[in-house]
């Protein structure tokens, strides 16, 4: 089956410095991977996706990398701010073309101090 | 535009009975997929409709069901609840972009089954 983990469940961050928030996953076919945000008493929410013919994407404030050798993910984000307080999940698609059933990680818990 | 609507919020069940959830996606797409989300085993997938048709199924078993109308809204049916199923179920809407979908998720609906 489909594995896709989390190297720490919490992470705790200053207001201002960078989190790096890494995944690793087992299925070497997966070819299209999503970072989500999960504010409490919401729905994820959509950060930045990468697909497996690249190794780094970059969004505003966010940056992505993949490394597909030791099947690795990690969401950086800058400047943390307060607003970045969540859980956050990598999700892959198992191969398949298109994300329409991803499979998740169980998270991260980001808390930004002021 | 709006955006994905799940109903009811949220539902609290008694075991044996059976629920039925909602979800509306966003105008234009017409994939929806379903997941469950769980302290224990976090964001799992259901399965997925197109064109009120299914094209892929998780690991769950049959009392979990679903359909899509033509409009593209989709419910999912639980019956015989059991108490594990009390979750956060989460629909997904799904916007196709060349080889990836991506995944734009309504705040889903607390289930909880007692």
């Known amino acids: 089956g489909e594995s896709v983990g989390l190297h720490l469940p919490t992470l705790s961050v200053q207001e201002g410095d960078n989190s790096i928030i890494n995944c690793a996953y087992s299925n070497s076919a997966s070819d299209y991977f999503i970072w989500y945000k999960q504010e409490s008493g919401k729905g994820p929410q959509f950060i930045i996706d990468?697909?497996?013919?690249?190794d780094k994407r970059q969004g505003q404030r966010v940056t992505v990398l993949l490394n597909k050798t030791v099947k690795h993910l990690s969401l950086q984000i800058a400047a943390t701010q307060p607003g970045d307080s969540a859980v956050y999940f990598c999700a892959e698609n198992g191969g398949q073309t298109g994300a329409n059933n991803l499979f998740f990680g169980t998270g991260t818990r980001l808390t930004v101090i002021p | 535009k709006a955006g994905v609507t799940q109903t009811p919020r949220y539902l609290i069940k008694t075991r044996g009975q059976q629920v039925t959830l909602s979800c509306s996606p966003i105008s234009g797409h017409r994939s929806v997929s379903w997941y469950q989300q769980t302290p224990g085993q976090g964001l799992q997938f259901l399965f997925e409709?197109?064109?009120?048709?299914?094209?892929n199924k998780g690991n769950f078993p049959g009392r979990f069901s679903g359909r899509q109308f033509s409009n593209s809204r989709s419910e999912m049916n639980v019956s015989t609840l059991e108490l594990g199923d009390s979750a956060l179920y989460l629909c997904a809407s799904n916007h196709m972009t060349g080889a990836n979908t991506e995944a734009f998720f309504g705040q889903g609906t607390r289930l909880t089954v007692v």
């Open positions: 990468i697909r497996s013919n690249m």
């Open positions: 409709y197109f064109s009120e048709t299914q094209r």
